[in-house]
């Protein structure tokens, strides 16, 4: 497959930068100057009925983005440093095209029993890697790469109206970047130790639910309670460089 979408990475600096500024006579790039992402995909995937309502799924997938915006660090794009020299130059400054790159590759397996009657239940298990290839050609995780996730549901229907179900999610922690101090006591990352590889706690949670869902003559009455997080693990999701 090709496919082509608005970018999806243009930060809130980009918009900013993008406004005309009455103190500052000199064009600014357009919204139509920038160009659609693109990505290529291919995909391989494998399905089964089973007996008993069961349903079986094997999936695997390699995309390829190759208009990306291109990292300089984790925190900072390459037309933030282009902007910014022709700002201090008071030079016009043009939106660069999108060189950068990421791909993403997986696995995807699930099993489920599709109806829902007396005991039901499901597994999903994934396995994937993201990378960006930064300024620099070189290629790191991306921030967003759990690498393994998984998920299960385990449910009962009683009394012919009425469920109640236990579903668990679980993935590696969130890879972050590590950072020094340098001689000013500033945190700057290191790139000797590459970026996005140190892992957060794993992430786990569970969350029970009970419905109940009651047929009349007159109309249909449904009705759910659910607890979030019923263990109250509480991970540490996210990490960044402070100064």
Known sequence: GLYYQDPADLSGYLSDIM??????????????????????????????????????????????????????????????????????????????????????????????????????????????????????KSWHNDKNNLRNTFSGTLGIKFRKFHSLAFRVFAAEGRPYSLAVADSSGILRYDKSLGYYTERLEPLCSMNVRYSFNISRHWGNLTGYLEVWNFLNYTPVIDRKKGY
């Open 19 to 136: 406004v005309p500024n009455p103190n500052r006579n000199r064009p600014r790039p357009k919204l139509y100057e920038i160009e659609l992402q693109r990505n290529w995909q291919a995909v391989f995937g494998y399905e089964r009925e089973l007996p008993n309502s069961h349903h079986v799924a094997f999936e695997s997938y390699y995309k390829l983005y190759d208009r990306e915006y291109p990292l300089v660090d984790p925190d900072r794009y390459e037309y933030q440093d282009s902007y910014w020299d022709a700002y201090w130059d008071n030079k016009p400054w043009s939106f660069p095209r999108p060189k950068g790159k990421k791909e993403a590759y997986g696995l995807e397996f699930s099993f489920k029993k599709r109806k829902q009657t007396g005991l039901y239940y499901s597994l999903a298990y994934s396995l994937f890697s993201v990378k960006n290839r930064y300024a620099d």
